[in-house]
């Protein structure tokens, strides 16, 4: 039986247990829920078919509902997992048919119990769905409080069935996903929860420690407990763990979460420097890099990604590099030698380079974004090394053994395999002539390499075959221009790409200019060119700018062909996003299987229409065929045209829906981001009103200091005064007994003693008070002499910001006069280029003249040459 019967067959029984849920109809979907999990469902949900989508939506309604069969739950669920093959169908199953929310009210119905095989077949698929990290879950999504409440009280537990699967989804849903992560702070238990989650490092399973690793960093990386965690005394640890997990991991999954671990640590500076001094970190990246030779392309396209994060960080690129290029020159000019004659060259774990090359050309299924990402990570690691001026050896035969291989990837545009094979086949172009190319033709050396290797028949070939990709379909059925990733884009990037390099290597390859000029000066370069002036990529407009003050000049360049198409593609996506706009509100309210069955009427109206008028007008021939009216053929002309104008116009409507529904979920991601960053922004905001407070709080502190500090120089002042009024009256003492000293001396004898002793104690108390006088007027000499100090740097600073001011204007007027002698040069060449032309025009035209006046001469008389004067 095959797919489609199985599939009406299921849609009839869900239908008839969603009307009667009895036994007899439980066991007939449960019957057929088994036969379609029997089959090849691969990519089914991302063909846009309604027979399937109906399926899918009637399953995830039964798996959700509380009165479905235990068993049939259970199997329904088994089926969906089944479907979530790839991450394009994880997506559609999360963000059309809300499966996470589904299976969440799962988990939540049967929290009382979670070791019932069904909770652990959610938790697998729930981990399966969020671990594209592409799921952005939201405060609305039903049940989410529930599920994480569900994980942390559960992976407190002490049964291990049910620990790694909720730390697995823990670490999904935590990853990226800052609601979840302030929702889990903000819990009751989050210490408790800390403290389980630390113990788990210690435990005997890579897998859990892991995702505990994965948990630990994405809830307190910026914190006081991952500052403890990640710390300088523990980060080696972590560091060599890691890199055994990804290289002797349990498996893919083990080795994916780490690697994404390890991505994530990376992004924070402090860490990534603690890997930059890393001892062991060349020995740990060769063997990360052993893990190329294998053929999976899985474990290879996540070894790329973790290389191509090092490769982010300014200090790991250059370590990596060294590790890349270790093999002798010599080693791999011979193996380069043997890849470019299209044999496998037998390596060693030690030649790493060899490996990234395999991966550009590797025939193993499924490994298309390991060929890019190859490309990729070779661009950022020769960027490490030719930017400098001194290029080792070994990087210069790396690129001998390099280019041959590229090469071979370039000759392989063959328009008669399909779309597929010449997408593919453009963005390899556009990643090899974007990444590579600038860098190899920057350089004396690796250019002479570079035009050694090209040829201007390749490039002009392929220019040819890509401006007839750009340029074979008809304006009423090509792909509008307003998306980014058509097939028209990708052909338009990678022909401007190749434009680049002919442009970059026309003084060193022969012929290369003519080539490169024959090209500008060819009418189908319209196509691309407005295409790429008119993106909203800078990159695209930057290229295609550069490639229109080189066209400009040429005499046969169609500018206002050009002009007029520019207008027509800005006036078609100023049209576009009135028309989104307009029915964004409308739009939201349809689920998505209705949008897919409105789209399939209309073009099934469409059809029905065309071809009835096929019909009427075969039906008009046969009635004709017994008149033989001579205009039969003329009538057939004309209806043949405007049955191609139909045709046209069908197809420019179903184009015109399939643009709307990228639209439609290009409005949705972009509300999900907004999400996202609102949630960011109240993060931050709570954040720095906590920093508000602790400021405020400090200024309070430090204004009651202040208060106190003034206090007691208010008692000094007054204690002062007391003194001085002291002194005052020993004074007048003293005054007084010497008024009285010659009446009463003989009275005063016994108390002549006490008195000098007064004395004396009242010129020490002077002599102290002169000696803090003279204090009091140091300390105020000392402060005018600081404070004069102080005026002086204010001023030299000042001067010294002028003097900075008046270099950097001379700096600016220099720079432009370089400029302008730069563009006055530039425009002498062109001067010169376009004397030569017109010098070449007058050769020609005088030769043309010499052969007339001879041909005159040839047929003149005897009499009429004595006449004629040939000379010019």
């Known amino acids: 039986m095959d797919l489609t019967t199985c599939l009406k067959s299921l849609l009839l029984a869900i239908q008839q247990y969603r009307g009667n849920?009895?036994?007899?109809?439980?066991?007939?979907?449960?019957?057929?829920?088994?036969?379609?999990?029997?089959?090849?469902?691969?990519?089914?949900?991302?063909?846009?078919?309604?027979?399937?989508?109906?399926?899918?939506?009637?399953?995830?309604?039964?798996?959700?509902?509380?009165?479905?069969?235990?068993?049939?739950?259970?199997?329904?669920?088994?089926?969906?997992?089944?479907?979530?093959?790839?991450?394009?169908s994880c997506e559609v199953l999360h963000s059309s048919y809300n499966l996470t929310s589904t299976l969440a009210s799962v988990v939540h119905c049967h929290s009382a119990t979670p070791g019932e095989p069904v909770v652990l077949q959610c938790l697998q698929?729930?981990?399966?769905?969020?671990?594209?990290?592409?799921?952005?879950?939201?405060?609305?999504t039903n049940y989410v409080h529930e599920l994480v409440a569900f994980l942390m009280t559960n992976i407190q537990s002490h049964n291990d069935d049910i620990i790694i699967p909720c730390l697995g989804l823990m670490a999904n849903l935590c990853r990226g996903n800052h609601w979840v992560q302030m929702h889990i702070k903000s819990r009751d238990n989050?210490?408790?929860?800390?403290?389980?989650?630390?113990?788990?490092?210690?435990?005997?399973?890579?897998?859990?420690?892991?995702?505990?690793?994965?948990?630990?960093?994405?809830?307190?990386?910026?914190?006081?407990?991952?500052?403890?965690?990640?710390?300088?005394?523990?980060?080696?640890?972590?560091?060599?763990?890691?890199?055994?997990?990804?290289?002797?991991?349990?498996?893919?999954?083990?080795?994916?979460?780490?690697?994404?671990?390890?991505?994530?640590?990376?992004?924070?500076?402090?860490i990534a420097d603690f890997l930059t001094r890393y001892q062991h970190f060349s020995a740990c990246v060769s063997q990360v890099l052993g893990l190329l030779q294998s053929k999976d392309p899985d474990s290879a396209a996540k070894v790329l990604e973790l290389l191509l994060a090092m490769c982010s960080v300014s200090g790991l690129r250059s370590l990596l590099c060294d590790v890349v290029f270790k093999p002798a020159a010599a080693k791999l000019s011979a193996a380069g030698r043997r890849l470019g004659a299209g044999a496998d060259a037998a390596r060693g774990k030690e030649d790493s380079a060899l490996a990234l090359v395999q991966w550009l050309s590797s025939p193993v299924?499924?490994?298309?974004?390991?060929?890019?990402?190859?490309?990729?990570?070779?661009?950022?690691?020769?960027?490490?090394?030719?930017?400098?001026?001194?290029?080792?050896?070994?990087?210069?035969?790396?690129?001998?053994?390099?280019?041959?291989?590229?090469?071979?990837?370039?000759?392989?545009?063959?328009?008669?395999?399909?779309?597929?094979?010449?997408?593919?086949?453009?963005?390899?172009?556009?990643?090899?002539?974007?990444?590579?190319?600038?860098?190899?033709?920057?350089?004396?050396?690796?250019?002479?390499?570079?035009?050694?290797?090209?040829?201007?028949?390749?490039?002009?070939?392929?220019?040819?075959?890509?401006?007839?990709?750009?340029?074979?379909?008809?304006?009423?059925?090509?792909?509008?221009p307003g998306s980014d990733n058509d097939f028209s884009q990708v052909c338009a990037e990678a022909l401007l790409k190749t434009l680049e390099l002919m442009s970059k290597l026309r003084q060193q390859v022969k012929n290369m200019e003519t080539s490169f000029y024959r090209i500008l000066q060819d009418q189908r370069i319209v196509t691309p060119l407005s295409l790429s002036l008119t993106s909203h990529n800078r990159e695209r407009v930057q290229t295609g700018l550069s490639l229109l003050f080189e066209a400009t000049p040429l005499p046969d360049f169609p500018s206002l062909v050009l002009g007029e198409s520019i207008a027509a593609n800005n006036s078609y996506r100023l049209r576009e996003a009135e028309l989104s706009v307009k029915r964004v509100a409308?739009?939201?309210?349809?689920?998505?299987?209705?949008?897919?069955?409105?789209?399939?009427?209309?073009?099934?109206?469409?059809?029905?229409?065309?071809?009835?008028?096929?019909?009427?007008?075969?039906?008009?021939?046969?009635?004709?065929?017994?008149?033989?009216?001579?205009?039969?053929?003329?009538?057939?002309?004309?209806?043949?045209?405007?049955?191609?104008?139909?045709?046209?116009?069908?197809?420019?409507?179903?184009?015109?829906?399939?643009?709307?529904?990228?639209?439609?979920?290009?409005?949705?991601?972009?509300?999900?981001?907004?999400?996202?960053?609102?949630?960011?922004?109240?993060?931050?905001?709570?954040?720095?009103?906590?920093?508000?407070?602790e400021a405020e709080r400090r200024r309070e502190d430090l204004r009651v200091e202040l208060s106190g500090q003034a206090l007691e120089v208010e008692r000094s002042k007054v204690e002062m005064e007391e003194l001085l009024q002291h002194n005052a009256r020993l004074q007048q003492d003293s005054e007084e007994h010497q008024s009285l000293k010659g009446s009463y001396n003989t009275l005063l004898n016994r108390m002549t003693l006490e008195l000098e002793e007064k004395e004396e104690e009242i010129r020490s108390l002077q002599s102290d008070l002169q000696q803090k006088n003279s204090d009091i007027t140091g300390l105020r000499?000392?402060?005018?002499?600081?404070?004069?100090?102080?005026?002086?740097?204010?001023?030299?600073?000042?001067?010294?910001?002028?003097?900075?001011?008046?270099?950097?204007?001379?700096?600016?007027?220099?720079?432009?006069?370089?400029?302008?002698?730069?563009?006055?040069?530039?425009?002498?060449?062109?001067?010169?280029?376009?004397?030569?032309?017109?010098?070449?025009?007058?050769?020609?035209?005088?030769?043309?003249?010499?052969?007339?006046?001879?041909?005159?001469?040839?047929?003149?008389?005897?009499?009429?040459?004595?006449?004629?004067?040939?000379?010019l």
């Open 365 to 480: 299924e499924g490994a298309e974004s390991c060929s890019l990402q190859a490309l990729s990570l070779l661009h950022e690691l020769l960027k490490g090394t030719l930017g400098t001026d001194d290029v080792p050896e070994r990087v210069v035969s790396f690129v001998e053994m390099l280019l041959p291989v590229l090469m071979e990837l370039l000759k392989g545009l063959e328009p008669s395999k399909g779309d597929a094979h010449l997408r593919k086949h453009c963005l390899r172009i556009t990643h090899w002539s974007l990444n590579s190319s600038p860098l190899l033709c920057n350089g004396d050396s690796t250019r002479s390499i570079v035009s050694r290797q090209v040829s201007a028949q390749l490039c002009l070939s392929q220019a040819e075959s890509l401006l007839c990709c750009c340029c074979s379909n008809s304006p009423l059925t090509c792909v509008p």
């Open 586 to 693: 409308v739009v939201q309210e349809v689920p998505p299987p209705r949008t897919n069955t409105s789209q399939l009427d209309s073009s099934t109206s469409s059809s029905r229409g065309v071809h009835s008028l096929v019909e009427r007008i075969q039906n008009g021939l046969e009635l004709q065929e017994q008149v033989k009216d001579s205009h039969v053929s003329e009538i057939i002309d004309v209806y043949a045209q405007k049955l191609s104008a139909f045709a046209a116009q069908e197809r420019r409507l179903q184009d015109l829906l399939e643009a709307k529904a990228a639209a439609l979920s290009q409005s949705d991601r972009l509300i999900a981001q907004f999400r996202v960053q609102r949630a960011q922004a109240e993060a931050e905001a709570h954040k720095l009103g906590s920093l508000l407070k």
């Open 781 to 871: 000499g000392e402060l005018h002499a600081e404070e004069q100090k102080g005026k002086e740097k204010d001023r030299e600073r000042s001067e010294l910001e002028e003097t900075v001011d008046v270099l950097r204007k001379e700096l600016n007027r220099t720079e432009q006069a370089r400029k302008d002698a730069s563009i006055k040069a530039s425009s002498l060449e062109l001067q010169k280029s376009q004397l030569e032309t017109k010098l070449k025009q007058r050769e020609d035209e005088l030769s043309k003249h010499s052969s007339m006046i001879a041909m005159i001469h040839s047929l003149s008389s005897g009499k009429m040459k004595s006449d004629v004067n040939l000379s």
């Open 21 to 88: 849920r009895t036994t007899e109809n439980a066991a007939q979907l449960q019957k057929q829920v088994e036969e379609v999990s029997g089959l090849k469902c691969d990519q089914l949900l991302s063909s846009g078919q309604v027979l399937p989508s109906e399926c899918v939506s009637g399953l995830v309604e039964l798996a959700g509902s509380p009165n479905t069969n235990p068993t049939l739950t259970s199997s329904i669920i088994s089926l969906l997992a089944q479907l979530a093959s790839d991450d394009d």
């Open 190 to 270: 989050v210490k408790p929860f800390y403290r389980t989650l630390i113990n788990f490092l210690a435990h005997n399973s890579l897998t859990v420690v892991v995702f505990t690793l994965s948990i630990l960093s994405s809830l307190t990386l910026n914190e006081k407990v991952g500052e403890k965690l990640f710390d300088a005394k523990n980060i080696h640890q972590t560091f060599q763990l890691v890199f055994n997990i990804i290289v002797n991991g349990d498996g893919t999954l083990t080795r994916k979460y780490s690697v994404d671990l390890l991505v994530d640590l990376l992004k924070n500076p402090k």
């Open 125 to 140: 698929v729930l981990q399966k769905l969020t671990l594209t990290y592409n799921t952005c879950i939201f405060q609305s």
